[in-house]
């Protein structure tokens, strides 16, 4: 993902710092174990509970950076389905089918440049 945004910044002649750049990604890569142990530790919240939500916080922080409100509540009904399922299972696989769902519906809108655009 890191390199993918790298080249799109570069593509549309924003060309990023490398060291914030680096910086930027390392301190995100540090941020994941750091929640989940103040999630354990702090918040005595469940395993279950911790993937959800630190994948749920992914989604929100991906969501301000694109600036997409389809993401937004994708991201909601991701969290809502994985932790109001009672049995982990279910849950996992609920919100398994939240986002397949809704990479679908990305894939299959029509690009507003693409044919028929004025």
Same mark, same amino acid.
């Given at each position: 993902m890191v390199a993918w945004y790298w080249r799109e910044l570069r593509r549309a002649g924003t060309s990023p710092r490398p060291g914030r750049f680096a910086l930027g990604t390392l301190g995100a890569l540090a941020a994941v174990p750091l929640l989940d142990l103040v999630g354990a530790l702090q918040l005595r919240l469940g395993g279950d509970v911790r993937g959800a939500l630190l994948a749920t916080l992914g989604l929100l922080v991906l969501a301000a950076y694109e600036r997409?409100?389809? /993401? /937004?509540?994708?991201?909601?009904?991701?969290? /809502?389905?994985?932790t109001v399922f009672l049995p982990a299972v279910a849950g996992a696989l609920a919100a398994a089918g939240v986002l397949f769902a809704a990479a679908f519906a990305v894939l299959l809108r029509p690009r507003p440049d693409g044919p028929g655009a004025a």
């Open positions: 997409s409100r389809f /993401l /937004l509540a994708v991201a909601a009904v991701f969290a /809502l389905v994985a």
